[in-house]
C-alpha cells in the first residue's frame, strides 16, 4: 500500500474511535508502518487497541506517545504481572458527569482540591441525581414507548416526573412517582429535593421497601399531591442494575480507572485462567501492637509460602490503643515490625503484593473519606525492606485482569442503620446495607455531617457501574453476599473475631472464609 493511501487508511481508522494523529505522529507512524511485514491495516488497529487500553487525557495522539506504544506493540502482549496489576488512588479515579441533553457520560476537567466551594457540595447530589435518574430510566417500567409501536413487553409504564411538575400545578395530582433526595430542610419536615425544586412530604402512611433510608438518600415515591403537600404512600430505592447493562449503554467508558480492559479482554481472560492459583486474602484490624496478631501473621504467611502468588490486603485500625501525640511513632514502629516478618519469609516477599489501607482511627490526615495513604515519614523502612508493596488511600480500587476491586474501610453498616428513618423487617442487616449501597450506586450512602465526604472527591466512593468485588471492611459481623453479578463482602475483625480474614479467587470468581487454627492448650 503506497504511502498516501496508508495514510487516509489509518486516518480513518483512528477518527473512527474518536482520535486523531498531528502531523509528527502520522509521520512516525508511515515510517513504522513501511517497514512491517504482513497486513499494514493489522498493525494500525493493533497499535490502535494498544492506545486504547492506556488512560487517555486528550484525543489528540503525539509522537512521543505513539513511540511509546509502538515500543510495547513491539514487546509483545501481556509479559508480567504488572501489566494486569494496577492500584488506583482516591485522587486519581476519573471524574464523570453524565450530561443529560447528550445523554453520555462526560469527564469533568475543572480543577479539584481538598477545601472546595460551596458550589461544589450542592453538585455532588446534582451528579448523583442524574446519574440514579438516567439508571432508572433503563428500567423498563420507566422506559418511553415510541408512538404508534406496539410494546411485546406487556409491563405497565410509569411517567417519572419532576418535583416542578408538582409545584407547577394548582390542582390535586393523583397517582405520581418522583425520584428524588430526602432533605429536612425544617426541624421535622421531610422535604423530596431535585434539580427543579423540593416539595414538603407526608410520610404518615407510607410503606418502605426493604433497605435503609437516611437524609440525603435518593429514592422513589410514589403518591399523590394535594394542598402543596406529596402525599407518599410507597417508597422505594432507585432501581439498581448489573454492570454489563450499564456498559451495554456506555460502551468502553472507563468509569473505573487506571488502564482501559476492554481492547484486550481476551488476553486478560487468558492470562488470569493460566494463573488460577492467585488470591487476594483480605484482612481487617490487623493491630500490629497485639502480640497474637503478630504471632498469626507468621502462621498466615507459613501456610501461604508455597503459594504461586497473591495480593494480601492489610487494613487499619493498625493499633488497638490510643497513644495520644506517639500514635505516629508508635505506628512507624509497628510497620518495622510487620516489615521484619515478611522478610522471614523470603517466598513470600518475593511472590505477594502487599496492599496497606489507613483505618478510620490511624494517625494523619482526618478522618474524612477519601483519606489519603499514610506519610512517608511512617512507612519509609516498611518500603525499603518491602519493596513489592503499595501504601494505598482509603478507598481505593485495584484492576486485576478483568477484575474490578473496590476497597473501603470505614464502620458504615451501624452508622447506616441508626440514622435511618425506616429499619427493615425482612432480611438480615448485612443484606440491606448491601441493597441500599447498590441503590444509591455509593460506597457509603450517608448524609455528610455523619460521615464526612471532601465535596471535590465524592466521585471516588462511586460504585457505577457495578465492579467485581466491593470489601466493605466495617467492625461489625463479617459477611459475603452477592447481587447483580457482583460480590460484596465484608472480612470482619481479625483480632475480635478469631482470626477470621476472606479470600478471593479471579479465576474461579470465588470467595472464601478462612480462619487461622486456635492456639493448642
Known sequence: MDSSKLRKTATTIFKLNGLFLNGEASNYLIQVLSDVEGSQVFWVETILDRILSHTLNSSLITKPFLEQVVEECGRGGIMSLKDVLHFIDAFDVPKLQYDPDRKKFLPDTSPRCLL???????????????????????????TQKHLGIQSIDETKQYDLKSVEYLIGSSSKIGDVILLGMIAQLKEGKFYLEDPTGFVEMDLSETTFQEGYYTENCFILAQGHYEDSIFH?????????????????????????????????????????????????????????DNLSSLKKLRVLFEG?????????????????????????VALRDA?????????????????????????????????I??????????????????PNSVFASNPCRIKYCTKEIMILREDVMGKLS?????????????ENFVKTMVAQSHLCPLPLHICPVYWSYDHALSIYPLPSVVVI??????????????YFLNPGSFVKSDFRFKTYIPSEERVEDCQLPADAQ
Open 116 to 142: 472546595a466551594t460551596a458550589g461544589e457540595k450542592s453538585m455532588i447530589y446534582r451528579t448523583r441525581y442524574y446519574l440514579l435518574h438516567q439508571r432508572t430510566l433503563h428500567h423498563s417500567s420507566f
Open 232 to 288: 407518599v404512600m410507597a417508597v422505594g430505592p432507585p432501581i439498581p442494575e448489573s454492570s454489563d447493562v450499564s456498559r451495554s449503554y456506555f460502551g468502553m467508558t472507563n468509569f473505573f480507572g487506571g488502564p482501559s480492559t476492554h481492547v484486550k479482554a481476551e488476553q486478560l481472560e487468558s492470562f488470569e485462567l493460566k494463573n488460577k492459583d492467585f488470591f487476594f486474602a483480605i484482612i481487617s484490624d490487623l493491630h500490629l
Open 304 to 328: 501461604f509460602s508455597g503459594a504461586p502468588g497473591g495480593v494480601f490486603i492489610l487494613m487499619g485500625n493498625f493499633l488497638s490503643e490510643p497513644t495520644g501525640t506517639q500514635k505516629p
Open 335 to 367: 510497620f518495622k515490625n510487620l516489615a521484619d516478618i515478611i522478610v522471614d519469609f523470603p517466598r513470600i516477599l518475593e511472590n505477594f503484593k502487599f496492599v496497606l489501607i489507613p483505618g478510620p482511627l490511624d494517625p494523619g490526615f482526618v478522618n
Open 369 to 386: 473519606l477519601p483519606r489519603p495513604a499514610f506519610a512517608q515519614v511512617i512507612t519509609s523502612y516498611f518500603t525499603e525492606k518491602v
Open 418 to 430: 441508626r440514622n435511618s428513618l425506616y429499619q427493615p423487617k425482612i432480611g438480615s442487616k448485612a
Open 473 to 486: 471492611a466495617d467492625k461489625g459481623d463479617a459477611f459475603t453476599t452477592r447481587m447483580y453479578d457482583c
